[in-house]
T-cell receptor
Framework: KQEVTQIPAALSVPEGENLVLNCSFTDSAIYNLQWFRQDPGKGLTSLLL?????REQTSGRLNASLDKSSGRSTLYIAASQPGDSATYLCAVSGYGGATNKLIFGTGTLLAVQP | NAGVTQTPKFRVLKTGQSMTLLCAQDMNHEYMYWYRQDPGMGLRLIHY???????AKGEVPDGYNVSRLKKQNFLLGLESAAPSQTSVYFC????????????FGPGTRLTVT
């Protein structure tokens, strides 16, 4: 069974710091990996999607990498801002051949202190 | 462009009552999903649909039923609510292309007493 783990569960950093969030998965036979952001009491906002054939994707201050063989992904946030404070979730698809079904990690709660 | 909307936003039920959660999307997406989010458990897929008139079970389908009578709507039903169904429910939609991300609604917070 595919399991997705995110460590740490919570992280607090001062404004301006560069930071890395980690995501690991047990079965490397994935189709893609997605990173989401969730603000308190709100839905999920899509950040980045990396297909299994790709190594990384970038959007603004965000860079996500994927090492499928080792079952790991990282989300790098450059020059963090208080507005980046949220829970960050990663999810993988492709388990059992189902390209559209996502399996989520439990998230990392990020607090960026002004 | 509203994206994915969910009705209602909050609901309190008593054990044994029934209710239907409505999800609507205006992006002409083929695929729609229902998830539940519980503390420490992450999001788990309840049911999903790959097209109008089709539904399939996800990871935690017991106690729920779904219907997709129109392409833009996906309904989640609880026939006899139980306290274990207290959760936040999210609807999502996506195109048929698996390289495209899923879009999520704002969620429905359900409490069963």
């Amino acid at each position: 069974k595919q399991e997705v783990t995110q460590i740490p569960a919570a992280l607090s950093v001062p404004e301006g710091e560069n930071l890395v969030l980690n995501c690991s998965f047990t079965d490397s036979a994935i189709y893609n990996l997605q990173w989401f952001r969730q603000d308190p009491g709100k839905g999920l906002t899509s950040l980045l999607l990396i297909q299994s054939s790709q190594r990384e994707q970038t959007s603004g201050r965000l860079n996500a990498s994927l090492d499928k063989s080792s079952g790991r992904s990282t989300l790098y946030i450059a020059a963090s801002q208080p507005g980046d404070s949220a829970t960050y979730l990663c999810a993988v698809s492709g388990y059992g051949g189902a390209t559209n079904k996502l399996i989520f990690g439990t998230g990392t709660l990020l607090a960026v202190q002004p | 462009n509203a994206g994915v909307t969910q009705t209602p936003k909050f609901r309190v039920l008593k054990t044994g009552q029934s209710m239907t959660l409505l999800c609507a999307q205006d992006m002409n997406h083929e695929y729609m999903y229902w998830y539940r989010q519980d503390p420490g458990m992450g999001l788990r897929l309840i049911h999903y649909s790959v097209g109008e008139g089709t539904t399939a079970k996800g990871e935690v389908p017991d106690g729920y039923n779904v219907s997709r009578l129109k392409k833009q709507n996906f309904l989640l039903g609880l026939e006899s609510a139980a306290p274990s169904q207290t959760s936040v429910y999210f609807c999502a939609s996506s195109s048929r292309d698996p390289a495209v991300m899923q879009y999520f609604g704002p969620g429905t917070r359900l409490t069963v007493t």
